[in-house]
């Protein structure tokens, strides 16, 4: 119990540490970005960001969240082949959720920011929109290893995640704006700093879930894909609905 609890507190310090830095982050992204971008760009921005964040919740709120438990529960009952299965079931379920937000933001660009009363923020809604695929995929892996009372992978995406926003974002802005581009390329190209960002955090947790994941067991009985499915949603769903009202 005294190791238990000193691994959940080692862990909520080193996600606060990384919220903290997140946080610093963002703020070094966000008020250079407002002094880059005149009032329109900002508009196109936001418009972006906001359909972005309404399908992000409505695909990541709830999953995370019940994979997590269900694969902590399975670690403490010993059960190594039934911790893969179910992360695997809620990655196979995450990636088919985020490509279909992520197609939706791709392919429909224009609806979506005639919808914001934006037609400008077109472009910024396509360029962003592989992001959400990105965050499931990501999500998924951060539930796993948060299931298993390891905190630092997504401390350390999370991080990695906001330091590729920034970098690229601002770059990105930048050489648009001395190139001459109008505010809606300009603000295109300052969120895709965040779809870099995703990417890049993606690719982190992907190499320590390799590095780390655990060998399978012979004899050792799963239950079936469905019926973690079944279990996943019953858990997922009501969070995700809380969340999004």
């Known amino acids: 119990m005294a190791q238990r609890r000193h691994n959940?507190?080692?862990?909520?310090?080193?996600?606060?540490?990384a919220v903290a830095v997140t946080k610093v982050l963002g703020a070094l992204y966000k008020i250079?970005?407002?002094?880059?971008?005149?009032?329109?760009?900002?508009?196109?921005?936001?418009?972006?960001?906001?359909?972005?964040?309404?399908?992000?919740?409505?695909?990541?709120?709830?999953?995370?969240l019940a994979l997590s438990r269900l694969v902590s529960?399975?670690?403490?009952?010993?059960?190594r082949n039934a911790q893969r299965r179910i992360f695997r079931a809620a990655l196979a379920l995450l990636a088919v959720i985020g490509a279909?937000?992520?197609?939706?933001?791709?392919?429909?660009?224009?609806?979506?920011?005639?919808?914001?009363?934006d037609s400008l923020a077109a472009p910024a809604i396509r360029?962003?929109?592989?992001?959400?695929?990105?965050?499931?995929?990501?999500?998924?892996?951060?539930?796993?290893?948060?299931?298993?009372?390891?905190?630092?992978?997504?401390?350390?995406?999370?991080?990695?995640?906001?330091?590729?926003?920034?970098v690229i974002g601002l770059a990105l802005c930048l050489l648009l704006?001395?190139?001459g581009a109008d505010a809606s390329l300009c603000a295109a190209g300052a969120i895709?700093?965040?779809?870099?960002?995703?990417?890049?955090s993606l690719v982190y947790m992907a190499i320590d879930y390799l590095r780390h994941r655990p060998a399978l067991r012979r004899g050792e009985s799963c239950a079936s894909d469905r019926a973690?499915?079944?279990?996943?949603?019953?858990?997922?769903?009501?969070?995700?609905l809380s969340s999004s009202m």
């Open 8 to 17: 959940f507190i080692s862990g909520a310090a080193v996600l606060a540490f």
């Open 32 to 64: 250079p970005l407002g002094n880059l971008l005149d009032k329109e760009g900002m508009a196109h921005f936001y418009a972006a960001y906001n359909i972005y964040n309404l399908l992000l919740v409505l695909s990541t709120a709830g999953l995370p």
């Open 73 to 79: 529960r399975a670690a403490a009952q010993g059960r």
């Open 100 to 117: 279909v937000c992520s197609a939706v933001m791709c392919l429909f660009p224009q609806v979506l920011s005639g919808l914001l009363h």
């Open 127 to 166: 360029i962003l929109g592989p992001a959400v695929l990105f965050v499931c995929l990501t999500s998924a892996i951060r539930g796993y290893t948060q299931g298993l009372g390891d905190m630092t992978p997504t401390a350390v995406s999370q991080m990695t995640e906001s330091a590729g926003k920034l």
């Open 177 to 179: 704006l001395h190139r």
């Open 192 to 200: 895709a700093g965040v779809t870099a960002g995703t990417i890049l």
């Open 228 to 240: 973690i499915l079944r279990r996943l949603l019953a858990l997922a769903i009501p969070i995700t």
